[in-house]
């Protein structure tokens, strides 16, 4: 079935750090890929998406690149805030016998250091 | 703010008892979904309604049921509680569209004693 793999954290950084958080996926269909964030206490909200091979997210300085070659939609961002300092879910939505499936990976923890 | 709301934020009781959490969509989405996050586990999708009914079912146990009302509010109802139902539930709700995004509620805490 789809699955989601996300790098296990959690990731620790310094402001203005580079950050790559990495995901890769298994899907038997074409999926849409997504980035979710958590900030403490609160709900996941969408940072960024892809629908198809090649499609770049971007949101907030944050990007990801679809690479259907590799499976890959890994997150980064050139220059971290102590205001990213969250839970990352790297999820693909695809669908599979007439309906929609989103799979979540188990997310990422940063934290970031002023 | 997600315009999805969850009552309750907080939920404490013993166990082999049942709880109702409550779930009001985004104004216009006629999907709901539910999620269990433990640390354990991670996000593990339970269910999904699409304009009052069932539309896809994951790891879901018997032991828990949900609905979708004609106003489009939702309800998950867990019975029977066991100290590993301890966990952080979301509701999220979407247009049902392909591909929409997932717009998450705050989450009601369980904690089951």
């Known amino acids: 079935g789809d699955s989601v793999t996300q790098m296990e954290g959690p990731v620790t950084l310094s402001e203005e750090a580079f950050l790559t958080i990495n995901c890769t996926y298994t899907?038997?269909?074409?999926?849409?890929l997504f980035w979710y964030v958590q900030y403490p206490g609160e709900g996941l909200q969408l940072l960024l998406k892809?629908?198809?091979?090649?499609d770049k997210g971007s949101n907030k300085g944050f990007e990801a690149t679809y690479r259907k070659e590799t499976t890959s939609f890994h997150l980064e961002k050139g220059s971290v805030q102590v205001s990213d300092s969250a839970v990352y879910f790297c999820?693909?939505?695809?669908?599979?016998?007439?309906?929609?499936?989103?799979?979540f990976g188990k997310g990422t923890k940063l934290t970031v250091n002023p | 703010d997600s315009g999805v709301t969850q009552t309750p934020k907080h939920l404490i009781t013993a166990t082999g008892q049942r709880v109702t959490l409550r779930c009001s969509p985004r104004?216009?989405?006629?999907?709901v979904y539910w999620y269990q996050q433990s640390l354990d586990q991670g996000l593990q999708f339970l269910i999904q309604?699409?304009?009052?009914?069932?539309?896809a079912k994951g790891n879901i146990l018997e032991r828990f049921s949900a609905q979708q009302f004609p106003d489009l509010h939702s309800e998950l109802n867990l019975s029977s509680l066991e100290l590993g139902d301890s966990a952080l539930y979301f509701c999220?709700?979407?247009?049902?569209?392909?591909?929409?995004?997932?717009?998450f509620g705050n989450g009601t805490r369980l904690t089951v004693t």
């Open positions: 999220a709700s979407s247009t049902g569209q392909a591909n929409s995004p997932l717009h």
């Open positions: 899907a038997t269909g074409y999926p849409s």
């Open positions: 892809a629908t198809k091979a090649d």
């Open positions: 999820a693909l939505s695809d669908v599979q016998g007439g309906s929609e499936k989103l799979v």
């Open positions: 104004s216009g989405d006629l999907s």
């Open positions: 309604y699409y304009n009052g009914e069932e539309r």
